[in-house]
């Protein structure tokens, strides 16, 4: 099976609905997704995105097939933003459509998880107060992606 991969890094939102009704067109039993939103709380006033381009549109870009190759998936979209963010916007989307929802879920649920620890993102956070500070990876994140490590479909 041969997976419709839709990778994109950019600074523009991007319609959620859209994204899923091109997966939900591909004929699929179920479509999956999951739709990150920058938190707020603790004085955050902005996060603040770098990426390589080039680099991490590969990047995902293997991410999104690596998921097409453990599951039967009809489709994958992987849509990152980078730039000055406020909290309550959408920061990524990860979907992906298969004939049954078991793989749809688990495929969505793969691909946040390596997004989240293989993409190279640059994440800093800037304060009301004027402080503000680089996001180091959490230890968290990458217990969950490397339960990925082993497991396969």
């Known amino acids: 099976m041969s997976a419709a991969i839709l990778v994109r ?3 523009a ?3 959620v609905g859209a994204e899923l009704a091109r997966l939900e067109a591909l004929g699929g039993g179920g479509v999956a997704s999951f739709t990150g939103v920058v938190r707020g709380g603790g004085g955050l006033e902005a996060l603040e995105l770098e990426h390589h ?3 991490t549109e590969a990047m995902m870009t293997r991410i999104a097939g690596e998921a097409a190759a453990r ?3 009809l489709g994958v979209t992987a849509i990152h933003r980078h730039g000055r963010l406020l ?3 959408r920061i990524v989307l990860a979907a ?3 004939p049954h929802r078991a793989a749809a879920l688990e495929a969505t649920s793969f691909l946040i998880d390596w997004l989240k620890t293989r993409a190279p993102f640059w994440k800093k ?7 503000s500070r680089w996001v ?3 230890a968290e994140d990458d217990a969950a992606a490397a339960r990925w490590e082993a497991k396969r479909a």
């Open 136 to 138: 180091e990876a959490r």
């Open 13 to 15: 939102d991007f319609d």
């Open 53 to 55: 381009p080039g680099m």
């Open 9 to 11: 890094v950019q600074a």
């Open 71 to 73: 599951w039967p998936l």
């Open 125 to 131: 956070e800037h304060f009301t107060d004027g402080a």
């Open 87 to 89: 909290p309550g916007q």
């Open 96 to 98: 992906a459509a298969s």
